[in-house]
DNA sequence: TGCTTATATTCGTTTATACTCATATAATAC
DNA sequence: GTATTATATGAGTATAAACGAATATAAGCA
């Protein structure tokens, strides 16, 4: 992959967050979704273009898709993904971002009933200190 | 500086080069120009970008601005400047632009030589294998 | 089979970024 | 002072990237 399009695809901060949510986890689409705020299809292309550069993968388990950092990467570009995760540990909305993820698996809800109660899933997510 | 606004910056072709040149020499916006081959406000609008997240810096030596790495950066992000060099050192392109470099400065051409007779230079720079 | 859920994709719009041309500024030399 | 050289900036345009709404696909489940 061109070097130009790999610091384009970290060139966003949508992106950064998923990133930031992904070395930590693996995660499915309304997970992420839920969490960053924002709605289905953008989280699905910036999923899409992250994938494309090769930075994450994914498994499909049913009719989920669970998206992860892509070994690959890692062990191609290991200067990188330190200098990335260092920085995410240190920003203010990744850190807020990983809170949240920790409530909403405490809940134990599926995507469906996320999906359901989104309104007060997001309400609740927004008291997380 | 934000995360994103760093790997923006590195988000481009153009300032790939750029940094590229300047992580081995200090160089005017002439010969970065020359180098490249884009205009003088092109060159120009590309360092500033660089200036203002705080990769680059200046000296200003007579009507001349010398552009360079700016030395907080790389201790500041020590790993994303290795991962830079070492990606760098490895892209066609950025080898070939640092022949340039080295064709140039063989010459020992100032800034206007260059400029009066850019033509010539350029088509002799295309000629560095 | 048809219905629901999860994700991807298409299309049109908006926003951001890069570029060119022309002009402005700033330093130097005459 | 004027002329020249080097660089920066303004204005307009072109290109690319991000977004939302609606639709398509694909996998389970009744």
Redesign the interface.
């Known amino acids: 992959m061109e070097?130009?399009e790999i610091?384009?695809a970290?060139?966003?901060?949508t992106r950064?967050r998923i990133l930031n949510l992904l070395r930590n986890d693996e995660m499915c689409v309304c997970e992420i979704e839920t969490i960053l705020g924002i709605n289905q299809s953008n989280a699905s292309r910036h999923l899409n273009k992250l994938k494309s550069t090769g930075i994450i993968d994914y498994d499909k388990k049913a009719q989920w898709v669970y998206y992860k950092m892509d070994e690959n990467f890692i062990k191609e570009?290991p200067?990188?993904y330190?200098?990335f995760c260092?920085?995410?540990e240190k920003?203010s909305k990744c850190i807020y971002d990983l809170k949240k993820w920790n409530e909403l698996k405490k809940c134990n809800l599926g995507c469906k009933e996320i999906e359901k109660d989104k309104e007060n899933v997001l309400k609740q997510l927004g008291r997380v200190q």
Chains 1, 2 share one sequence.
């Open positions: 070097l130009v610091f384009k970290f060139g966003d901060e950064i570009y200067l990188l330190e200098f260092k920085e995410a920003d």
